[in-house]
């Protein structure tokens, strides 16, 4: 059985207004755009770009919930480990001005914890904070506002050939589907007694723990396989050139969105050869650090 | 000449011409908004005969095998090709410390995920290997929120296309001695170019800011060992000792791909390259592949045996 994304119709929301093969275009050419920016000033219309797309995407706060709340919490992490660290920024910025530094009273075997908080540090925290969070809001919003009888067209659409189309058309079908099939499957492991969190024996043996997850998943998607296969061979899937059920036409709206996309791109492209938008920290904050 | 062939030769030769007017052109200036693509002026001939050398081996390749079955696509091909892609997805992004943080040791990232382009290369062609890698990833990464780095698509698709060049031999046994072969000596390079460039940081993300662990260094030829012992001890089971064999030189060739290619997209050196990307992520792949690849070769075997299919 396919579990599906939760998409449903949503009256005068703001991506569904769009064809989606526009809507992918555009999220394409932001996606890249967003990628040749490390300055804070340069990312934030992205940011405010995104803002209005979930604000006015009427997906509901507790359809998303759990997508966020892990996104937000993955970003926080990774951004809090590099500005911890400092990893990351060393091929961005050289120079590091001190704000504070952190020292713990106490010491671990000789190694005292040290945490120095510099402008570069902060700063380069906030930029990567604001980069991907937009990108990560944008991509949430696609399983939850693309009718799913409508990805082969898209990707259709998109000039991709039929055979590759149907397949983007099944992959996105079958995410969902899979990872209930794993949740299941590990429910049904746990409930014999198998323990993936307990920590013990070698790499090997760890690894093998990984077996009883990763093999019955993959042999039932096989094994389930041929039903769908049998199905679209006895509609002689492949014998001639596809036609879809739905047909996709744009509109003015669609032009006006993908040539907006494409100029954000071009901008973003020219703007990254010229050396706009690197890495920035205000000036005034390095002055206040004494530097 | 067939449409199919005319179609081949094109798009070698269009690489072709991206190739000279990136080498040629661009490779003067030092370097380019974000990308460079400085080329040492010195060795720039030497360099673009290697390119045009690699060209026509995948040509020769396509050219001697294209009445081989292995590089049909019919309707089987498409729902594998979408299966494969949809499981390496949701593995990668479950296993990419959203809902299991598999225990990392010593700046190791692992991933489990990577035995399935392996597989599905393997088992089903080197086109829906391809197509498992490719986008699966490029799925995985936006479920986990990363974005899109297209260098690592194309180099997981290669994981997964080499991985089917398996089917495209006919002794099984001599082209697995080759593999070995060509697999051990990158391996033995790769390790010697860490052991001249010990200060080279971690590349990835996670990682602290400290040069890469001997054990990071070396995760490399741990595996590779490792592989060694499955292709032996399974030395009368052909299908696992081709499979893991084969998935070994496509985690090598494609991570090492992907890794080059930062060269150009990022402008690291070379050891930065190797050091800092290819074999943090390179080498705890192959422990994986020797584990897990049996495990799913023979599962699926017994399907097989049961279905007739």
Redesign the interface.
């Known amino acids: 059985m396919l579990v599906a994304w939760r998409y449903s119709k949503r009256e005068k929301s703001l991506i569904q207004w769009f064809d989606p093969r526009a809507w992918i275009m555009f999220y394409l050419c932001f996606?890249f755009s967003?990628?040749?920016y490390w300055d804070v000033r340069y990312l934030l219309p992205f940011f405010v770009i995104a803002l209005i797309v979930l604000f006015t995407s009427r997906v509901k706060w507790w359809e998303i919930r759990r997508a966020f709340i892990?996104?937000i919490g993955?970003?926080f992490f990774?951004t809090i480990?590099?500005f911890l660290?400092?990893?990351?920024g060393?091929?961005i910025y050289k120079q590091e001005h001190l704000i504070r530094q952190l020292r713990a009273s106490f010491s671990i075997f000789g190694w005292v914890p040290t945490l120095d908080i510099t402008v570069e540090r902060s700063f380069f925290a906030v930029s990567q904070f604001v980069r991907?969070f937009s990108?990560?809001i944008m991509?949430?919003l696609i399983p939850y506002s693309l009718n799913p009888a409508l990805y082969g067209i898209t990707f259709k659409g998109l000039r991709l050939p039929d055979?590759?189309a149907?397949?983007?058309?099944?992959?996105?079908?079958?995410?969902p589907?899979?990872?209930r099939d794993?949740q299941l499957t590990m429910d049904a492991q746990r409930a014999r007694g198998y323990e993936?969190?307990k920590?013990s024996g070698g790499?090997?043996a760890?690894?093998?723990k990984?077996?009883p997850l990763?093999?019955p998943?993959?042999?039932h998607?096989?094994?389930g396989?041929?039903d769908?296969?049998d199905a679209?061979?006895l509609r002689a899937?492949?014998v001639g050139p596809r036609t879809w059920l739905d047909q996709l036409t744009y509109h003015r709206r669609d032009r006006i969105l993908v040539a907006i996309g494409v100029l954000i791109f071009v901008v973003s492209l020219v703007g990254?050869?010229?050396?706009l938008g690197k890495f920035w920290v205000p000036p005034e904050l390095i002055k206040l650090a004494g530097g | 000449m067939d449409k199919k062939l005319t179609n081949v030769l094109v798009s070698l030769a269009v690489i072709l011409v991206i190739f000279a007017v990136v080498m040629f052109a661009l490779g003067t200036t030092k370097s380019?908004?974000?990308?460079n693509f400085s080329v040492d002026q010195a060795t720039l001939v030497m360099r673009f005969v290697f390119v045009i050398i690699g060209l026509l081996i995948a040509f020769a390749v396509y050219y001697f095998t294209r009445e081989n079955a292995a590089w049909e696509?019919?309707?089987?091909e498409?729902?594998?090709?979408?299966?494969g892609?949809?499981?390496y997805?949701?593995?990668s992004?479950?296993f990419n410390?959203?809902v299991?943080v598999?225990?990392s040791?010593s700046q190791v990232s692992?991933r489990?995920a990577i035995?399935?382009p392996m597989?599905f290369g393997y088992a089903f062609g080197p086109v829906v290997g391809f197509?498992s890698g490719a986008?699966?990833n490029m799925?995985g990464d936006?479920?986990?929120?990363f974005?899109?780095s297209p260098q690592w698509s194309i180099g997981n698709g290669l994981i997964g296309f080499i991985a089917g060049m398996a089917l495209l031999f006919k002794d099984k046994k001599k082209s697995m001695d080759t593999v070995l072969w060509v697999s051990g000596v990158l391996a033995v390079l790769t390790v010697l170019l860490f052991f001249f460039n010990r200060d080279v940081?971690n590349g990835f993300?996670?990682?602290?800011?400290e040069p890469v662990s001997i054990f990071a260094g070396l995760t490399i030829v741990i595996g590779f060992v490792?592989v060694l012992v499955v292709r032996f001890a399974f030395a009368s089971n052909e299908n696992i000792a081709a499979a893991v064999t084969w998935g070994m030189l496509g985690n090598i060739v494609g991570i090492l791909f992907a890794s080059l290619s930062d060269i150009f997209i990022?402008g690291f050196s070379l050891a930065a390259a190797v050091v800092g990307e290819f074999l943090p992520a390179a080498g705890p792949n192959l422990?994986?592949a020797a584990?897990?690849v049996p495990?799913?070769v023979g599962?699926?075997a017994a399907?097989q045996r049961q279905?007739g299919?």
């Open positions: 996606l967003t990628l040749a892990f996104i993955f970003v990774f480990l590099t660290t400092g990893r990351g060393t091929e991907v990108i990560a991509t949430i055979k590759i149907y397949a983007m058309d099944l992959t996105m079908r079958f995410i589907t899979f990872g794993f993936l969190e920590i790499l090997i760890q690894v093998r990984l077996g990763i093999v998943v993959t042999i998607a096989i094994i396989s041929e769908i296969i679209m061979d899937f492949g990254g050869f010229v050396g | 380019l908004g974000p990308f696509v019919g309707t089987r498409v729902v594998w090709m979408a299966i892609a949809a499981l997805a949701v593995f992004w479950l410390g959203t299991f598999v225990p040791l692992l489990p035995a399935i597989f197509f986008v699966g799925f936006a479920l986990t929120g974005g899109l940081q993300y996670f990682a602290a800011s490792l990022n422990i994986f584990i897990l495990l799913l599962a699926y399907v279905s299919r």
